[in-house]
């Protein structure tokens, strides 16, 4: 697929770098501020969905990009439910218990397992939503072929 | 009582779908025994819990959130005599369609994608049966649904790619109708566990605004369930998806995510009331007689066989529906628990029958390569056991004595006359004529006529795998039937029925009141 003006690739560049970085942000402070996980993964999606569409991409690139996607998402849901399941080994005995020290409430690094359930879902949404788009964009090059 | 290993049933596919694509990236064999495994061990912890079990029921608080004052805050997975039941029934006939799968699919490209899906669809409807929330119902009730949705149109044809988006546009109204009713729950009650929702609406509700929930619940599930007003669907999907797949859809899908939902919300969420109670039964009855007529006409074996799917299932909603009108005018209660005992008795029949009968279909495709029973004819010789395998199944559907079908459909039939039902006791006896006035078509066009001229001696059996689950079918259609003994029904369907009926049981066990 091709890229587009130089305008907008200009544009792109300055901004992706900040979306990207402020989904991180929403993704990290899922536990204190309004957001989480999922809303700071379609953010992180759509700063790589923005590259590609402003630069454009070949086929043989756009498939390799997808089944790395696609790789990324099944790992970080595995890593999410092993997560859950480590609170049937240690801690109380249950799924999902919240084992870990809670800490202050208010401080980044603190609330136990829900940061790094946000980290995970964060990889996981971003992952998936990338490789829709990518499996969309593959489809049509392929029809258009 | 907390049974620890609840949380397995949808852990543990759910990591099994996930590691199947990352496995089978690299060794190309991996995909059909991680399959395989998954629900060997979910038919091992199925059956053991049931037995464990007793008739007591277990409830998992996800995340260790005990309820607060009597109201429950956290996520609960509730396994009682009910879901035991369904939970049994989808390991067992999953892992025979797995079996099944390995010889099956080979002939398929992207053969990961399939036990993924496959996985991912039995974590969605282990959910939807042990999940204890409305929520959580329609969360796993998407993740099966859409898992579905792209295995009826795995083979990826012009009629599997139509069948799919006919299923794809109807389950998207249903599940809209569903969340438009969890919404309205949610407004008025203020909570969505099943358990609290009940006490909230026993204490005061709006007449019509609990209608108005009641209805659209009906129709949304009623929609997956394929019930007769709503089943425009089922006979596309089920016949365009690939064998072990039609066998799931309509062995297990149907019940759990619609069935098993309506009869769980209408006797532990909602008050039975007699307005609700005689729609019901209305429509089982219904899908019951209609569904049985136009399979009859039907061709094409498996469309045949998805027809008498919806006519199956009306004897389960219509049997279910005299035992909620008895208990709604409050008499005659045990023969509203003998309707409701045969209602999940047939439930149960039919994944076994009607699973087998799908794989018959699917043996017979395999090997001669098409599904009108116009181009078949005298099969018995060169697929014996296919032959053999489908006549019980054939039997059992048809309601002969001693396959389970029989005993199902007489509990269903005495208790309608008890219960002085005796136009839909009259129904369901001619019902079960037709349907087996249809299997001897079947079996006579399939099987055993044989024209000059057009004898085919090139027709060979199956593969083993495909064999094995099919024989391990019937007799498990056999075996069923042990179930009408007095003694088997006590232990094994009376805690089904017993947190059915009784109206305060499910829901003390949960707020602990």
Known sequence: MKGMTVIVKKTTQLIAGIIFLYGIYIILHGHLTPGGGFAGGVIVAGSFILLILAYGSDFLNLVKEERGSTMYENLAILVFLFLGLTGMIAGAGIFFANWLPHGTPGELVSAGFLPLYNIFVGIEVAASILTIFLALVIFKEEVLK | MMNPLIPLFVAVPLAGAFLTIILGRFITAIPRYMALAVLLFLAFISFWSLVTGGDGSSVYTLGGWEPVEGVPIGLYLIHDGFSALLLCLISLVGLLSVTYSVSYMARYTSENYFYSLFCLMIAGMNGVVLSGDIFNIYVFLEISAISSYALVAFG???NELEATLKYQVLGVVASFMILFAIGFIYWSAKTLNIADIRTVFSADYDNSHYLLIQILLLTGFGLKAAIIPFHAWLPDAHSSAPSPISAMLSGVLIKAVGIYVIIRLFFNMFEVTEGMSIVITTLGALSMAVGVFLA???WDIKRLLAYHSISQM????MSVGIGMILMARGIRSEVAALAITGGIFHMLNHAAFKGLLFLNAGAIEYSVGTRDLREMGGLAKGMP?????????S????GIPPFNGFFSKLIIIVAAVMGRFYFLALLAVIVSIITLASFMKFQRYAFYNVEPGKIRNDIKEVPVPMLLSMITLAVVCL???LLALPGLRETVLSPATDILMDQ????????GM
């Open chain 2, 156 to 158: 990826v044809e012009k």
């Open chain 2, 296 to 298: 009859i006409g039907q």
């Open chain 2, 314 to 317: 009306g004897y389960v909603v």
């Open chain 2, 385 to 393: 056991v296919t032959s053999a395998t489908s006549l019980a199944a």
């Open chain 2, 395 to 398: 039997l059992s559907i048809s």
């Open chain 2, 479 to 481: 075996l069923l039937s």
């Open chain 2, 504 to 511: 305060l049981k499910y829901s003390s066990q949960i707020t």
